[in-house]
C-alpha cells in the first residue's frame, strides 16, 4: 500500500533591487488571475519608504519562513505534542515495574503519578533539545535569503496553491536578482 501524503504548497522568494518591481508583479499575478495563497514583501533593513505602495512590508524577522527562530519553536511545539504524553506513559510505566521507592511516602498512585509527571518534564526537555539538534530542509536558501536581506534587497515571497506553479513569464519581466524556492510548508 503505497502511503499518500499532502502535496506541499510552492513556495518561491525572489530577491528584487527595487520596491517597485514588487509591486508590479504583485498588481500582473492579480490581473492574470493566477491565485496566490500568500504574498509577503520583506523590506532591506532600515529601507525608507517601507509604508508606501499597495503591499506593506514586514521586516524579516516576522515572517515564519525566513526566521529559523521561529521554525525551530515551531518544531518544538508539534514534538512536545507527542513527546510528553509518551514520556507521562513511560514514567508512570517505569515507576510501576520498577522496585524502586523513591516517593512511596506518597502512596502507591502518588508514586506513579510523579514518575508519570517528572516523565512528561523528560518529554519537554527532550522536545527542546530534538528541535535545536533538527535542522530544517529549507536552512540553506534561508541563509541565502538572509544575506540578500542584509545586502539591502527586497524580498517577496509568492506562495500559491499545492499544483500550481508561480507564472515564470510574468516573475521574468521584473528581473529577479535571484530566485530562491522553499520547500518547507
Keep these: ?37 500568500r504574498v509577503v514583501l520583506v523590506a532591506p533593513e532600515a529601507a525608507e519608504g517601507t509604508e508606501a505602495g499597495r503591499l506593506k512590508a514586514e521586516q524579516i524577522d516576522q515572517v515564519d519562513l525566513l526566521n529559523p527562530s521561529m521554525a525551530r519553536s515551531r518544531r518544538q511545539r508539534s514534538m512536545s505534542r507527542w513527546l510528553m504524553p509518551f514520556g507521562f506513559m513511560a514514567g ?3 515507576t510501576q515495574i520498577t522496585t524502586l521507592d523513591t516517593f512511596a511516602r506518597f502512596g502507591a498512585v502518588g508514586e506513579a503519578l510523579i514518575g508519570g509527571l517528572l516523565g512528561m518534564g523528560s518529554g519537554l526537555m527532550g522536545s527542546y533539545a530534538a528541535a535545536a539538534s533538527v535542522p530544517s530542509d529549507n536552512e540553506d536558501g ?12 527586497w524580498l517577496l515571497l509568492l506562495e500559491t496553491p499545492a499544483g500550481l506553479e508561480v507564472p515564470w513569464q510574468l516573475v521574468q519581466k521584473v528581473r529577479p536578482q535571484q530566485v530562491v524556492r522553499l520547500s518547507e510548508l
Excluded: W, Y
Design 1 to 37: 500500500m503505497a502511503v499518500r501524503t499532502a502535496p506541499l504548497m510552492p513556495v518561491c522568494v525572489l530577491v528584487l533591487k527595487e520596491r517597485a518591481a514588487a509591486e508590479t508583479l504583485v498588481q500582473d499575478l492579480e490581473e492574470s488571475g493566477k491565485p496566490l495563497i
Design 92 to 94: 508512570l510505566t517505569f
Design 142 to 153: 534561508v541563509r541565502i535569503l538572509r544575506n540578500r536581506h542584509n545586502e539591502r534587497f
